[in-house]
């Protein structure tokens, strides 16, 4: 278990990464063409397809770091080696010519944009000990999980839907019933510790191929429905809009499912590429890091954009171009000392 882990995890990670960069890049030009062009739907369609990432970065976290006995001490030394890795690309990120004009004091405080999920995987490695206790019985277990799902993802997904598309009367009937669910204390079940738990369960825990082909399907509809509603919602409001890409909606849940059980189960084989994997594995957290530079730096020193050509081509194209050089610059860093230790 503990090689097949290693092995699925490394490709799901990578798969993950590329995921994150595809995202920034959609998301790039998100605000550009109207939404009844092409290039607008294109935009939104690669968008779409990516949403799972961030679950699925949390869900392997989970499921590496809720089976390991890991003392106070120990995690307090992953969570400073985080925040350092913060402060020091925070600098960074103020320091190098971008052709965007933010308040910079602002940006060193607070991260770059996309260094946020530092923050929430920095608090959920703080809570592990909650989260083990939970885990250490499976009916808690059982029970932690059906509160999420059913108060996290499937209400506030469902009432999402009836107040963008249902007839107006009815929506208003729906959105009362909706401010009673929120008057609800159950902070403790509505947040990424779903997904971290979920992560840890679906790594320990069999599936049979029955079900495993339900998830498939369901992830297929999910992203599906992703597209669809993310496109019919923009042209409703003749505005771009995001309400469908929460990492708690319904269908990017179902989407984050079926990717990460489909890796699990993939018969991925120990040999050159799998050493291959492990190292690029190894360096994804550089390449998250500073894959955002690299997209920004393209855009500002050589004017390579995603509308550079139509984003049906772009979008890909750039991506692989982002991942590679970033990958690099993550590898470079990895051979420096101290630097390999505390900032990739």
């Not at 003392?71 to 600098?91: D, E, G, N, Q």
Request: with cysteine.
């Amino acid at each position: 278990m503990k090689t097949e882990r290693r092995i699925y995890t490394d490709y799901l990670r990578i798969f993950a990464t590329f995921a994150v960069v595809i995202l920034h890049l959609s998301s790039q030009n998100w605000t550009g063409p109207a939404v009844t062009t092409r290039s607008w739907q294109a935009i939104a369609i690669y968008d779409s397809l990516v949403r799972w990432c961030v679950p699925v970065f949390v869900m392997i976290s989970g499921s590496l770091y809720l089976e390991r006995e890991i003392s106070p001490r120990k995690t307090a030394a992953i969570c400073l080696r985080m925040l350092i890795a913060f402060i020091v690309w925070s600098l960074l990120y103020v320091v190098v010519p971008n052709g965007n004009h933010y308040d910079l004091i602002k940006q060193a405080i607070v991260g770059h944009y996309h260094m946020w999920y530092i923050f929430l995987i920095i608090g959920l490695y703080l809570c592990m000990p909650f989260y083990k206790k939970i885990t250490e019985d499976s009916k808690l277990t059982r029970y932690f999980l059906v509160l999420s799902i059913l108060f996290a993802v499937v209400l506030p997904s469902a009432m999402q839907v009836i107040r963008d598309f249902a007839p107006k009367g009815f929506a208003e009937k729906a959105g009362f019933f909706n401010t009673d669910v929120n008057q609800m204390e159950k902070n403790v079940v509505t947040g990424y510790s779903l997904y971290f738990i979920l992560g840890y369960c679906l790594h320990k825990f069999e599936l049979s191929r029955r079900t495993r082909l339900r998830i498939y399907a369901a992830g297929v509809l999910g992203a599906a429905a992703t597209i669809a509603l993310t496109i019919a919602i923009s042209m409703k409001n003749q505005s771009p809009t995001t309400t469908y890409f929460r990492n708690f909606s319904l269908n990017v849940f179902l989407e984050s499912l079926a990717i990460f059980v489909w890796f699990r189960y993939h018969p991925f084989r120990e040999g050159r590429a799998a050493r291959l994997a492990a190292k690029v594995a190894g360096d994804c957290f550089g390449i998250y890091l500073v894959h955002a530079m690299v997209i920004e730096q393209l855009r500002f020193r050589a004017d390579l954009n995603t509308m550079t050509i139509h984003p049906l081509f772009s979008i890909p194209l750039l991506g692989v171009a982002v991942f590679l050089i970033a990958e690099l610059i993550s590898a470079v860093l990895h051979r420096i000392p101290i630097v390999n230790k505390y900032c990739v």
